[in-house]
């Protein structure tokens, strides 16, 4: 018999902190390896977290309430696994920490102490991005005290998309494209699935706009792959997904949340509906799954018929790239020598230029927009 460690896992690529809402087990149960164990309230949402092991619960260390950081220790299970180790020591202050060299020189330059700095790459090495983020945070917490009179301090939430933001903008090289979209025959074919079913179950423009997604990444993988390490270093690529997750934009009480459809391709129209209905209803009660914040490559955000025309909206890290989708009105429009009138929208890509160059991304849109305008099969 051994013991092994649990520790808070990181959820999302901005999380910190954590508050334990409840155990699902208690000291002396049996638990296996991918079973709900706990519920944490992150930023973002009440999530289930599942045991990376297997064994017996021998020892509770984060109670109810408590706030603990990424990487903390909260438990203890009793396994037979061979080789397990028992209660490991920490790292001597000999030991060098595991990091890139230019996480080390960026730390040097900026009294940053990688003891204390969580890694996000292979066997926990702290990578640039890392040791920038722990900058930041470090930098923030020091300007505290000089704060000024009537300052609103932030919400959870609102922290959590202000560091998303920032990361976003001081990591990802981004740059946009854009294109119209005729919307006629997705609306005839919204009008026929409303004929036949409760107007609230009825595909909405999203789901469209989701299905049409998940095909155009099947025919252009390119797109559909995320960036992964330090660009300065010979380690970093970029990381296929396998399938299509897409993510979408849902506005919520004091911030943002974008719950991933993961395996989009594999839906009919209806049922994916039917799906989006369902998660957007439990974002907005802040009852997502860990599972269900990430994995996706691209995102959606549309602000419906109250939003602009035209917008560009920043990449959610670590995905590649994001679509805006500007507000429907009707537009004058010339076709085949004659003059019609049509609903059209701006759709507007933001994409990493480091996963992809413009001739990829106007290829993308192109394709997109050719599903949504019906010249492919639907």
Same mark, same amino acid.
């Given at each position: ?19 334990? &809402? ?28 599942? *045991? ?40 001597? $202050? ?10 080390? @020189? ?28 722990? !900058? ?5 917490? #020091?300007?505290?005290? *000089? ?40 609306? @005839?074919?919204? !009008?026929?699935?409303? $004929? ?25 993988? !390119? ?25 979408? &934009? &849902? ?24 799906? @989006? ?43 590649? !790239?994001?679509?805006?989708? #500007? ?23 933001? &994409? ?27």
């Amino acid at each position: 018999m051994a013991l092994v460690a649990l520790e808070i896992p990181k959820v999302g690529l901005v999380m910190e902190n954590a508050r334990l &809402v409840r155990w699902l087990k208690g000291v002396g149960d049996m638990v296996q390896q991918g079973e709900p164990l706990l519920e944490l309230e992150t930023e973002k949402s009440v999530v289930e977290i599942e *045991s990376t092991e297997s064994g017996r619960l021998v020892e509770i260390l984060l109670q109810a309430d408590q706030e603990a950081r990424v990487g903390d220790r909260i438990a203890w299970l009793e396994n037979n696994a061979p080789g397990a180790a028992a209660k490991p020591a920490l790292p001597a $202050a000999a030991d060098r920490i595991k990091s890139s060299p230019v996480a080390r @020189r960026f730390a040097a330059e900026h009294a940053l102490d990688l003891n204390r700095v969580t890694g996000t790459g292979p066997h926990g090495r702290v990578q640039l991005i890392d040791a920038q983020r722990a !900058a930041a945070t470090q930098n923030a917490r #020091g300007t505290e005290a *000089s704060a000024p009179a009537g300052l609103q301090p932030l919400s959870g939430m609102r922290r959590a998309l202000a560091r998303s933001v920032t990361l976003s903008n001081a990591t990802i090289p981004q740059f946009a494209v854009e294109r119209a979209v005729d919307w006629t025959v997705i609306n @005839r074919r919204r !009008a026929k699935f409303a $004929a036949h079913m409760p107007a609230a179950s009825a595909p909405s423009i999203n789901d469209f706009l989701l299905q049409g997604i998940a095909r155009t990444l099947l025919a252009l993988p !390119a797109l559909n792959t995320t960036f992964w390490g330090d660009a300065n270093s010979p380690g970093a690529g970029l990381v296929p997904a396998n399938g299509t997750h897409i993510g979408l &934009v &849902v506005a919520v009480a004091d911030g943002l949340l974008v719950p991933v459809f993961h395996g989009a391709e594999q839906f009919e129209l209806a049922e994916l509906a039917g799906r @989006r209905k369902e998660i957007v209803e439990r974002a907005l009660k802040g009852m997502l799954k860990r599972e269900e914040l990430d994995g996706a490559t691209i995102s959606i955000s549309n602000l419906g018929a109250g939003g602009p025309d035209r917008f560009n909206a920043i990449i959610n890290p670590p995905q590649s !790239a994001i679509l805006a989708v #500007g507000r429907r009105r009707d537009r004058v429009v010339a076709q085949n020598g004659s003059m019609h009138v049509r609903s059209m929208s701006e759709l507007t890509l933001t &994409v990493d230029h480091r996963v992809a160059d413009g001739r990829l991304a106007s290829e993308f849109l192109s394709s997109l927009v050719a599903i949504l305008e019906g010249e492919t099969d639907a």
